[in-house]
Nanobody, 125 residues
């Protein structure tokens, strides 16, 4: 059974930082593209970042480029999303996602094979 579990959601101040973790199990981690999506209240789920398998090329939404950084740790089969210079518009539930195969762009939610349950990020202005 594949399981993705997110950690690290919290309340942060504008301009602050948070680091989210996605702990995976049961996944062929080296073969999986790991992505982070987010969903704010009343909005659709949007792709934020992904790290493609197996080339580890990273992709970011324009809204987070230069502020967010994604990584994969093969030893712990964990993905991280470091979020710097947080803005109120970054507040959302953040979801970890896994999809097999490489990607050359941010994936659409319909392409995702496995989802985590999400972790809440709140940003105070």
């Amino acid at each position: 059974e594949v399981k993705l579990e997110e950690f690290g959601g919290d309340l942060a101040q504008t301009g602050g930082s948070l680091k989210l973790a996605c702990v995976t199990s049961g996944l062929a981690f080296r073969d999986a593209t790991i992505a982070w999506f987010r969903q704010a209240p009343g909005k659709g789920r949007e792709g934020v970042s992904c790290v493609s398998a197996p080339d580890l090329i990273t992709y970011y939404a324009d809204s987070v480029k230069g502020r967010f950084f994604i990584s994969k740790d093969y030893g712990t089969e964990t993905s991280y999303l470091l979020m710097n210079n947080l803005k109120p518009e970054d507040a959302a539930v953040y979801y970890c996602a896994a999809l097999y195969g490489s990607r050359t762009r941010l994936p659409h939610s319909s392409e995702v094979d496995f989802w985590g349950k999400g972790t809440l990020v709140t940003v105070s202005s």
